[in-house]
């Protein structure tokens, strides 16, 4: 078959055309698939092939999320968001800032962070199988505005006040008189207003029925029914007047007016809680005025009786442990006396001399003759009987003075103020050579002391020549009180002594003739402008100096007629307590945790105090 094409070619190239086909098909196939795949691992592999890739890819992106997640997320509080609330974005950077959404509940939503503020377009988003943990915000508990701008983020001050937070006392009883004050600042502008009047009425209304219940009560528990109905409507009123466009340079100028007004208003009750502190501290109480009266009137139906001859003797034995008392208040004498009977080892020996007014001369004499106190003597003597008659200023029985001194404690970081009571002899206490003069030696007592074990060992102490022995409050020193002493030369560094329980030694006073000088100094601070009072108690400070033979501390602790804050150990191991200060164990006003030491020794079965209904 010359010159022609065979069979055996044609069949030849129709099989190297198949299989040029075939080759190119492969070639295409190979192309689309990597490509298919990309596209599917894309758009999240909606179609139905691949189950197994597409779960591994899940797990594999979750975990990289949580991984992601713990290294941003600070260690706090986490809730967990379930899959269909929170759509995550492709790519780690969109997770990561997925992570940081913050919830708040008040709303129920999810806040943005500020970066998310500009709008992108978002890309489409899959949920991912996990759950994210998430800064929470908690809701205030309270209604309070305040509150709700205090969350965690803002810094350590927000957790301080909630942590140390107080329960507000009265808090409706406060809430209504805020809202009172508003409403009387907007109404003066609403009422102005004649497209408004309805409004104007209402809020007239809320505040004459805010007035009128405010008037009649001061806490919550005596507010009427439905007040919460009443302030209610009360700031929903308000909340209108304050979307009202007003000429708020007139409110401004109300809220001015009635803050100078609130200011005025709290000054003048200051002052008035002041003065009538101070009275109920000097005036003596109904029922112990009755008891005074009751004990006279029956001294003079007993005129007959002789209350001392029994005693009279022990009066002017030296060898025997003498207590004096200025005072005219008989139960506190009273109970002074008791307790230091009541603990000493030889009651027999001591013997107490109370120096009292005319006025409290007979009422003394029979309490003292009716209560005795085992084995011990009692004196009462009328102070006023032993005045000189040339010293006209001395016309009656003078308490230890009491001044109060506040002064800085330096502390690490800020100055921290103390307050005590400095008590020291008054002009009475002058007497004591010229009335005593058969003794040698004595233990002054206050009557606003107690007394917890026995005292008979301020009898051996060494005096080394000084005549007070006295407990220092070196916490004052004489530099300190420099305006109050005036211009007399004395040493800065010397410790104020206090008065309560002094060892007086007599003699040697006499020797020294302290009470000439006293006068002395008492005359040059009168000369200087200084009323007789005053010049008293600065010139018993200045009068013993040199002269004061300091006591161990733990013959006396201070402080329980003003400080809540004495330990119950230092209480306890003190020798005697002093209620010095405005807050006295017989008043109403005396501190209850301290008060009851001090009833422990007062007999209330009296029936003299039951008569005058005398319950301190």
């Known amino acids: 078959m010359k010159g022609g094409v065979s069979s055996y070619q044609i069949s030849t190239k129709r099989r190297w055309k198949g299989f040029v086909i075939a080759v190119l098909g492969l070639v295409i196939l190979s192309m689309l698939v990597p ?38 997320v600070p260690s706090k509080e986490r809730v967990n968001i379930p899959i269909e609330e ?28 500020a970066e998310d503020h500009v709008h992108k377009p978002s890309p489409p988003s899959h949920k991912v199988n996990v759950s994210i943990p998430v800064e929470v915000i908690h809701p205030p508990k309270t209604a309070d505005e305040s509150e709700t701008l205090c969350e965690v983020r803002f810094g350590s001050y927000c957790l301080w006040r909630r942590e140390n937070k107080e329960v507000m006392i009265d808090s409706m009883v406060k809430k209504m008189k805020d809202r009172l004050f508003v409403a009387r600042a907007y109404f003066p502008s609403i009422a102005k207003l004649p497209a408004h009047e309805k409004l104007s009425r209402e809020m007239k209304q809320n ?8 008037s009649e009560t001061t806490t919550d528990a005596d507010l009427p029914s439905h007040t919460g109905d009443r302030l209610q409507k009360m700031e929903a009123v308000i909340a209108r007047a304050k979307s009202i466009h007003l000429d708020y340079n007139n409110v401004e100028k109300k809220f001015r007016q009635l803050v100078d007004l609130t200011e005025d208003e709290a000054n003048f009750h200051t002052k008035q809680s002041a003065f009538l502190y101070q009275l109920a501290v000097q005036t003596m109480p109904k029922s112990l005025h009755c008891l005074s009266m009751r004990l006279t009137v029956e001294y003079f139906n007993k005129a007959s009786l002789d209350y001392e001859a029994s005693t009279i003797e022990k009066f002017t034995d030296p060898e025997l442990y003498h207590f004096v008392v200025f005072s005219s208040k008989i139960l506190a004498s009273s109970v002074l006396i008791n307790s230091t009977v009541a603990n000493a080892k030889e009651s027999r020996k001591l013997v107490f001399h109370i120096l009292t007014d005319r006025e409290n001369y007979y ?21 006023e009987d032993y005045i000189p008659a040339s010293y006209n200023k001395m ?7 009491e001044f109060r001194v506040t002064f800085q404690i330096p ?24 009335i005593f003069k058969e003794l040698d030696k004595v233990v002054v007592l206050d009557d606003d002391m107690l007394v917890q074990q026995d005292l008979s060992s301020l009898w051996n102490i060494r005096m080394e020549r000084k005549v007070n022995g006295a407990v220092e409050m070196c916490a004052v020193r004489l530099g300190q009180l420099s305006n109050y002493l005036g211009k007399n030369n004395f040493n800065s560094k010397s410790c104020a002594w206090m008065s309560g329980l002094n060892v007086i030694d007599l003699a040697r006073w006499r020797e020294l003739h302290l009470t000439e000088t006293f006068r002395k100094l008492v005359h040059e601070l009168e000369a200087e402008g200084t009323q007789y009072e005053a010049a008293a108690s600065r010139a018993s400070l200045l009068t013993f100096q040199d002269h004061v033979h300091a ?43 301290y008060k009851s030491l001090w009833l422990r020794y007062l007999n209330r079965e009296d029936l003299y105090l039951s008569a005058c209904n005398v319950n301190p």
């Open 207 to 214: 505040i004459q029925d805010f007035e009128r219940i405010l």
């Open 35 to 72: 490509l298919v795949f990309l596209l599917g691992f894309h758009n999240g592999f909606h179609s139905s092939g691949f189950p197994s890739e597409q779960s591994s890819m899940s797990h594999n992106q979750s975990g990289h999320i949580e991984e992601i997640i713990d290294r941003l």
């Open 395 to 401: 016309a009656g029985l003078s308490l230890p003075e």
């Open 363 to 383: 009422s003394m004499k029979l309490w003292f003759f009716q209560n005795t106190f085992k084995e011990s003597a009692v004196q009462v003597l009328n102070v």
């Open 411 to 434: 502390q690490k970081l800020k100055m921290q103020y103390k307050t005590e009571y400095v008590s020291v002899f008054s002009h009475s206490h002058y007497l004591l050579p010229e």
């Open 86 to 113: 929170v759509p995550v974005r492709d790519g780690l950077n969109e997770s990561s800032s997925t992570s940081h959404l913050l919830i708040d509940q008040r709303q129920g939503s999810l806040a943005k962070p």
């Open 551 to 593: 006591l161990d501390d733990s013959w006396v602790l201070s402080g329980l007629g003003h400080d809540y804050e004495l330990s119950v150990q230092a209480i306890k191991k003190a020798k005697t307590l002093h209620y010095n200060g405005n807050m006295k164990p017989w008043l109403e006003l005396g501190i209850p945790k």
